[in-house]
């Protein structure tokens, strides 16, 4: 089992950027395939990016490949999200999540709270 907790969101403004933080209890996090996803209010979750566990193969939404980049450190327990050139379309509320496969968030099993990323025009 694994618990995670988010962090880094905030508000910026348009072009601007944000690291996203995930940070991993237990010791079995290098074991994880994990993923960043986000979630507009009265919308479904969708997906941002994964990563291999040993991080190295990535993949992207299209919406924002180019943009971010998601990358792990396996010594710290910890997964990241450094998201540049901001748009408001971004505005959402990040989750990283645990121990899955594809773009589906059904197929994760751990979750973290989510932390609010907010970008203004």
């Known amino acids: 089992q694994v618990q995670l907790v988010e962090s880094g969101g905030g508000l910026v403004q348009a072009g601007g950027s944000l690291r996203l933080s995930c940070a991993a209890s237990?010791?079995?996090?290098?074991?994880?395939?994990m993923a960043w996803f986000r979630q507009v209010s009265g919308k479904e979750r969708e997906f941002v990016a994964r990563i291999s566990r040993s991080g190295g193969n990535t993949n992207y939404a299209d919406s924002v490949k180019g943009r971010f980049t998601i990358s792990r450190d396996n010594n710290k327990n910890t997964l990241y999200l450094q998201m540049n050139s901001l748009k408001p379309e971004d505005t959402a509320v990040y989750y990283c999540a645990a121990d899955g496969s594809g773009m589906d968030s059904g197929k994760y099993g751990y979750w973290g709270q989510g932390t609010q990323v907010t970008v203004s025009s």
């Open positions: 237990g010791r079995t996090f290098s074991t994880y395939v």
